[in-house]
């Protein structure tokens, strides 16, 4: 059972332009949303985060929007460049009960961001 | 660097052997969480303690334990162990009432 979705394995874009990477969950108890990069042979990176009671949150060339009545949420990076090639996840946490704290990861979109 | 120290980075051993990894949190972090990565399960959730004590309990086997030491440092116990253990492990921590996790670089566990 796979509560959180990334359908896109990989995703190319030219450098400069606007790099979209989308998630669906199908878990309603879900408050928290988070979006990490992770090279080859390193750790996953924290990029940004947004809560259920928002609809977006920026941080610099990062946008997060969340659709909670879809329950979709995508990453907007504005422009792309080659840096951002990557393996970027989704990951959703619930508040409460025994599952505060978990994180549950999407399987991951590919980005290349060609010169 | 995200401050979260994991060793070794990597482990080669045989089909039932045991080893222990190790994770050292961020500083002022309580919280420590343990995930695998293989190759066809993306990153699962195995377990998360807070200040010593284990917090939430994920799919983890009972061939797998782990626990938190007075100085915050963690380590998973993996025995017995299978091919199918072959994978990444990581640890990441985050402060107390944080929702951010901060992943370790992880170990890379071959089981041959």
């Known amino acids: 059972d796979q509560q959180v979705k990334q359908n896109s394995p990989s995703l190319s874009v030219q450098e400069g332009r606007i790099s979209i990477l989308n998630c669906d969950y199908t878990n309603s108890m879900f408050d928290y949303f988070l979006w990490y990069k992770k090279y080859p042979a390193e750790g996953p990176t924290f990029l940004i985060s947004i809560s259920s009671i928002k609809d977006k949150n920026e941080d610099g060339r990062f946008t997060v929007f969340l659709n909670k009545s879809a329950k979709h949420l995508s990453l907007h990076i504005v422009p792309s460049q080659p840096g951002d090639s990557a393996v970027y996840f989704c990951a959703a946490s619930a508040s409460g009960g025994t599952s505060y704290g978990k994180l549950t990861f999407g399987q991951g979109t590919i980005l290349t961001v060609h010169p | 660097d995200s401050g979260v120290t994991q060793t070794p980075k990597h482990l080669i051993t045989a089909t039932g052997q045991r080893v222990t990894l190790r994770c050292s949190p961020r500083s002022g972090d309580l919280s420590v969480y343990w995930y695998q990565q293989s190759l066809d399960q993306g990153l699962q959730f195995l377990i998360q303690y807070y200040n010593g004590e284990e917090r939430a309990k994920g799919n983890i086997l009972e061939r797998f334990s782990a626990q938190q030491f007075p100085d915050l440092h963690s380590e998973l116990n993996l025995s017995s162990l299978e091919l199918g253990d072959s994978a990444l492990y990581f640890c990441?921590?985050?402060?107390?009432?944080?929702?951010?996790?901060?992943f370790g670089p992880g170990t890379r566990l071959t089981v041959l």
């Open positions: 990441a921590s985050s402060q107390g009432g944080g929702r951010e996790q901060f």
